[in-house]
């Protein structure tokens, strides 16, 4: 019994294994659609509220070049820590033995950069409408449908807060 049940385990976990394989990675067009949103206001207000939402979401703008409708900016999430007497954990012990550091040496955990980019461009005049696209990049993160989402949501914000100011 014990052996049929191992087998069947098994057997499962290769057609299991086997079907996650064969998820298909997100297309490029697919990628697109999510970066990308549609708005019917001027080029000019879209690239004003996007300053405004990197700089509500703690982003740091990096380049900005209007004619172009090209935003770049970065954000650091972390802090740097460094740790001396690494001896006094086991863990990093055996850690500097894997990594071949020495006794006194210190263990630096950087903080992680993101980076987004915004690309803005005009679609039409009459009726106004223009598209913003956004991608962000952050070590091996993954960015979900959510992350999107709340972005936009945010923009959103922004541009309405712009309206009612105007």
């Known amino acids: 019994m014990n052996k049929n049940l191992l087998f069947l385990a098994l057997?499962?976990?290769v057609i299991l294994s086997g079907c996650?394989?064969?998820?298909?990675e997100r297309t490029t067009a697919v990628k697109r659609a999510?970066?990308?949103?549609?708005?019917?206001?001027?080029?000019k207000e879209l690239i004003t509220a996007s300053i405004g939402t990197f700089q509500d979401l703690g982003y740091t703008i990096d380049v900005l070049n209007a004619e172009f409708g090209l935003i770049t900016a970065s954000k650091t999430q972390g802090t740097t820590t460094t740790r001396?007497?690494?001896?006094e954990d086991p863990f990093e012990a055996f850690f500097r033995a894997l990594t071949g550091l020495e006794d006194n040496s210190d263990v630096i955990i950087?903080?992680?950069?993101?980076?987004a980019t915004i690309t803005v461009k005009e679609i039409s005049t009459d009726p106004l409408l223009s598209s913003l696209r956004v991608n962000f990049e952050g070590g091996d993160r993954k960015f979900?449908?959510?992350?999107?989402?709340?972005?936009f949501a945010a923009l959103d914000k922004s541009l309405f807060l712009d309206q009612t100011i105007d």
């Open 20 to 24: 996650a394989s064969m998820i298909p």
């Open 84 to 87: 001396t007497n690494l001896e």
């Open 34 to 43: 999510t970066e990308t949103k549609e708005y019917d206001v001027s080029t």
């Open 11 to 13: 057997s499962i976990g």
């Open 110 to 115: 950087a903080p992680l950069k993101l980076s």
């Open 144 to 151: 979900s449908d959510l992350f999107f989402k709340s972005f």
